[in-house]
């Protein structure tokens, strides 16, 4: 197997790199990643030196970067995307042209170089907020409310003409979030983890009380692995470990854990167009014999010990750019803030 990853020095893109390296003794891995502010060099040092381990620095939407590191690939797995809600309703149109445009020009190479198998990361943000007690099923419609999923449930469309036009036998991932090392300080479980350890606010949207469903990293990849190796062509997956949570409950977990003043947890003014739960049924994946491996409650004891213990893979990270963002963000929130 010669196996693109794009995106591959992002959170789950370099998990997936370490994950493919172990589990495919004989495969070769190409990342192609544009670092953007999201992606860090420093996610793959582990497999620096490796060599069945190759590093482009390239963007997805661009046809001739994107072939030339898919050339004499078997498999492609994508993962490159603009990921954060809060940013794409900021900036919607590079999140258009990576997670629409970058996905088509991908597809299409795809296509050309006759790469066995295409895998599209997507998302259960582009089913849009789900009524409890349902579970979104994979033949739902898609009802997406942010521009971020938005342009994830336009890829999925994407893939599904690609593979029903061009015979391309690709296949569509969609995760729950995501959780675990390496994350980018910008989603709210490495942002309150790392807040809490530095003595700082932690920004609660609204009462709190959205729910998500939390998947370790590893038992993401474990999963998009599993469907690489055994799904069909032209299906959807859905991939969740069934860890349901309110936010307050990871915002107490998380305050517990850190060791800091419940004092920091503060209610701040929303998120616009903020979905209320999200919510898979994985029967599907199931049935190709996958499972989560990782409790949430010990997956959440180990992200946040880890991040204790590599302030010095993110305090550069908080230190720079991100604190324009982090002000834009959350400096008047915070001031219109109750505890
Ligand atoms: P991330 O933001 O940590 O990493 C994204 C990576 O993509 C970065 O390395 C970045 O440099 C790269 N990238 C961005 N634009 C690019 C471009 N134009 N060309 C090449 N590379 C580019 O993201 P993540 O959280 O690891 O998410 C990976 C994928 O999984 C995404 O497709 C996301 O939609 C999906 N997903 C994420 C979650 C989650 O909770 N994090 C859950 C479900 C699905
Ligand atoms: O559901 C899968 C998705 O999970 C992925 O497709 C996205 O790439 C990933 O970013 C994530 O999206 P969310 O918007 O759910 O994740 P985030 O960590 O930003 O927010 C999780 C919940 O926490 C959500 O209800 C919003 C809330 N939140 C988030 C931040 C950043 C806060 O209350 N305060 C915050 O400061």
């Known amino acids: 197997m010669r196996l693109l990853i794009a995106g591959g020095a992002g959170f789950i893109g370099s ?47 661009d046809d001739a970067q994107a072939r030339s590191a898919m050339s004499g690939c078997s498999h492609v797995v994508n993962f490159a995307a603009e990921t954060h809600v809060d940013r794409s309703i900021l900036h919607p149109e590079v999140v258009v042209r990576t997670n629409v445009e970058g996905a088509r020009v991908l597809l299409h190479a795809a296509v050309d170089l006759d790469v066995e198998r295409y895998l599209q990361v997507s998302t259960d943000e582009v089913y849009g907020p789900i009524d409890a007690p349902r579970r979104a099923r994979e033949e739902d419609a898609l009802r997406p409310r942010s521009p971020y999923a938005a342009s994830k449930a336009a890829a999925d469309l994407m893939v599904g003409a690609y593979h029903a036009t061009y015979g391309l036998p690709a296949l569509i991932t969609r995760g729950a979030n995501t959780y675990g090392p390496f994350q980018y300080p ?37 999963g998009i692995a599993a469907i690489l190796e055994h799904g069909t062509p032209g299906e959807i997956y859905n991939v969740e470990a069934g860890n349901e949570r309110a936010n307050m409950d990871v ?20 998120r616009p167009g903020h979905d209320r739960r999200y919510a898979l049924n994985t029967e599907k994946l199931r049935a190709l ?29 908080k230190s720079g750019s991100f604190r324009d963002y982090y002000r834009h963000q959350y400096e008047q929130r915070l001031a219109e803030s109750v505890p």
């Not at 305050?255 to 003014?269: F, Q, S, Y």
């Not at 499972?291 to 991040?307: A, Q, S």
Request: a negative charge.
């Open 15 to 61: 998990a997936f790199v370490r994950f493919a390296l172990r589990r495919w003794p004989e495969c070769e891995v190409i990342v192609l990643d544009k670092l953007t502010y999201a992606g860090n060099p420093r996610n793959l040092d582990s497999v620096e030196g490796e060599r069945r381990f190759h590093f482009v620095q390239g963007d997805i939407a």
């Open 186 to 222: 910008e989603k709210m479980i490495p942002l309150f983890v790392t807040n809490a350890l530095d003595g700082l606010p932690l920004p609660v949207y609204t009462d709190g009380l959205q729910v998500r469903d939390w998947l370790a990293v590893d038992d993401h990849c474990s």
């Open 251 to 270: 915002v107490e977990a998380i305050v517990e854990l850190a060791g800091c003043d419940r004092g920091l947890v503060r209610h701040v003014p929303d």
């Open 289 to 317: 014999g996958w499972r989560p491996r990782v409790p949430f409650d010990t997956g959440l004891r180990d992200t946040v010990e880890w991040y204790r213990e590599h302030r010095a893979w993110w305090e550069p990270i």
